[in-house]
């Protein structure tokens, strides 16, 4: 149980050019999901925060223009990366959280990036 | 605030050998989860286990052990017998009761060289 799927795993695109990026719980409802940015060898860093039926929650420096946030059912959300650039370029992971007192983030396989 | 320490960046160890990954966390709440993480070079993370604050048992699951110690704020994992399926990255994280968020460590990349 507690499956993520992410959509696509890896997308190239030109400059100036949006993305969207699929996230579903497969076999649960998430109620919250989580989108993040890691950049090679590093951690990961807290995108934002998307509940369902809400606007997301993004953290400081994150543009919310830039990186527009749907969570449009207890099983999906979608990020879209509007006008991407080379520097958007990075591995994007969504998570789903169950809930209740086993609340624990089952993450996505990631999407690989690259905008040239 | 929350802070996550995994001190060691990288270890390499010959397979078969055991190996344990440090976690230490900083938290002024006294509800709070602790969880270890893998990704393999394939990227996703997978889900190892979850502890909570007031459950200081030690738990076991195969070839994986983890002991939490609240005295020295640490949660270790540790991989016996260990084989190259286990190269990947681990990262500990943190979750205070109550927020939805987590604090990840920096991660250990863990290379075992058959």
């Known amino acids: 149980g507690a499956v993520v799927s992410q959509h696509p795993s890896r997308v190239i695109c030109k400059s100036g050019t949006s993305v969207k990026i699929e996230c579903r719980s497969l076999?649960?409802?998430?109620?919250?999901m989580f989108w993040y940015r890691q950049f090679p060898k590093q951690s990961l860093m807290l995108m934002a925060t998307?509940?369902?039926?809400?606007?997301?929650?993004?953290e400081q420096g994150v543009e919310k223009d830039k990186f527009l946030i749907n969570h449009a059912s207890l099983t999906l959300s979608t990020l879209t990366v509007t006008s991407a650039h080379p520097e958007d370029s990075s591995f994007y992971i969504c998570s789903a959280s169950t809930s209740g007192a086993q609340e624990t983030q089952y993450f996505g396989p990631g999407t690989r990036l690259l905008v040239l | 605030a929350q802070k996550v320490t995994q001190a060691q960046t990288e270890i390499s160890v010959v397979e078969k050998e055991d190996v344990t990954l440090d976690c230490v966390y900083e938290t002024r709440d006294t509800t709070y989860y602790l969880f270890w993480y893998k990704q393999p070079p394939s990227g996703e993370l997978v889900f190892l286990i979850r502890?909570?604050?007031?459950?200081?048992q030690n738990e076991i699951s195969g070839r994986y052990s983890w002991n939490f110690q609240k005295s020295t704020s640490s949660f270790n994992f540790t991989i016996t017998a260990s084989q190259v399926v286990d190269s990947a990255v681990y990262f500990c994280?943190?979750?205070?009761?109550?927020?939805?968020?987590?604090?990840f460590g920096t991660g250990t990349r863990l290379t075992i060289i058959p």
């Open positions: 502890r909570n604050s007031f459950d200081e």
């Open positions: 994280a943190l979750r205070n009761f109550g927020n939805e968020k987590l604090t």
């Open positions: 076999d649960f409802q998430a109620t919250t």
């Open positions: 998307s509940n369902e039926g809400s606007k997301a929650t993004y």
